[in-house]
T-cell receptor, first 116, second 114 residues
């Protein structure tokens, strides 16, 4: 089945330390991968995407993500975490349907807590 | 910036009622989506629409229907609300159906069915 998995429900990191939020994917065809962030009582905000090209993708708010085809992973990273980065993070992948449409399918989310 | 507006932030309805959730986008996007978000389950796709009057079932369409009479508006309908439909509902849109297009989300409607 086409899907993404976020193996950690919760990630805790000290402010100023690097952070990683993990994501693995399973998809037929080329993977189109996305990261979103959700702050309390808000919708999801787009952070970055991987379509093709460089394996390291840079996005909003200093976040980046590393695409690894052999490990089917797309981990979100930031060199130095801020308390304001505390939020719920979702990985998503475009899935291919017989109709030709490609809606996004999301992981279950990882809650990031950055501690001062 | 893309603006996706959901008509209600909070909604309380009773079991058996017919419930309408409305979503409007202002950027002439072709595709629109409805998800529900539940703790520990992430976002699950209910229905999406790739053109006016065109729709496709998502992963959990049972108990729901949708309507897209105009390009900017996508409605989710709970035909006969049940308590297990208490959830956060998120609407999203994307410019086209091309797989490189991100989806833009509204702020959600927290629906409680009593």
């Amino acid at each position: 089945a086409q899907s993404v998995a976020q193996p950690e429900d919760q990630v805790n990191v000290a402010e100023g330390n690097p952070l990683t939020v993990k994501c693995t994917y399973s998809v037929s065809g080329n993977p189109y991968l996305f990261w979103y962030v959700q702050y309390p009582n808000r919708g999801l905000q787009f952070l970055l995407k991987y379509i093709t090209g460089d394996n390291l993708v840079k996005g909003s708010y200093g976040f980046e993500a590393e695409f690894n085809k052999s490990q089917t992973s797309f981990h979100l990273k930031k060199p130095s975490a801020l308390v304001s980065d505390s939020a719920l993070y979702f990985c998503a992948v475009r899935v291919y349907r017989n109709s030709g449409n490609t809606p996004l399918v999301f992981g279950k989310g990882t809650r990031l807590s950055v501690i001062a | 910036d893309v603006k996706v507006t959901q008509s209600s932030r909070y909604l309380v309805k009773r079991t058996g009622e017919k419930v309408f959730l409305e979503c409007v986008q202002d950027m002439d996007h072709e595709n629109m989506f409805w998800y529900r978000q539940d703790p520990g389950l992430g976002l699950r796709l209910i229905y999406f629409s790739y053109d006016v009057k065109m729709k496709e079932k998502g992963d959990i369409p049972e108990g729901y229907s949708v309507s897209r009479e105009k390009k900017e508006r996508f409605s989710l309908i709970l035909e006969s609300a049940s308590t297990n439909q208490t959830s956060m509902y998120l609407c999203a849109s994307s410019l086209t159906g091309q797989p490189n297009q991100p989806q833009h989300f509204g702020d959600g409607t927290r629906l409680s069915i009593l």
